[in-house]
């Protein structure tokens, strides 16, 4: 059992930056696919960016690409999200994900997720 935790979301003003982090624990994470999603009231979940486990891949939904950069902490279990260029529509709750198995590219585990508001 995998469990995540994020922290780092807020309220800022557009064109602020933020930076998310999700700290994993519970089971080895080697060779597992991490990645970040968020959700909006009443829309469904998007994919917002995803990493491998040496973080030599990296993958971004249109939306957030050239303003959002996914990375691994040294440690590996961490994985954290710069948020630059916000604007309103980035308002949402923040996920971490963890990928099924070691080479997987499902998502299996989340965390509880941290709130992100952009205000005008």
């Known amino acids: 059992q995998v469990q995540l935790v994020e922290s780092g979301g807020g309220l800022v003003q557009a064109g602020d930056s933020l930076r998310l982090s999700c700290a994993a624990s519970g089971r080895t994470l080697r060779n597992y696919l991490m990645g970040w999603f968020r959700q909006a009231p009443g829309k469904e979940r998007e994919f917002v960016a995803s990493i491998s486990w040496s973080g030599a891949a990296t993958f971004y939904g249109d939306s957030v690409k050239g303003r959002f950069t996914i990375s691994r902490g040294t440690a590996l279990n961490t994985i954290y999200l710069r948020m630059n260029s916000l604007k309103p529509e980035d308002t949402a709750v923040y996920y971490c994900?963890?990928?099924?198995?070691?080479?997987?590219?499902?998502?299996?585990?989340w965390g509880q997720g941290t709130q992100v508001t952009v205000s005008s």
């Open positions: 994900a963890a990928a099924s198995g070691p080479g997987a590219a499902d998502f299996s585990s």
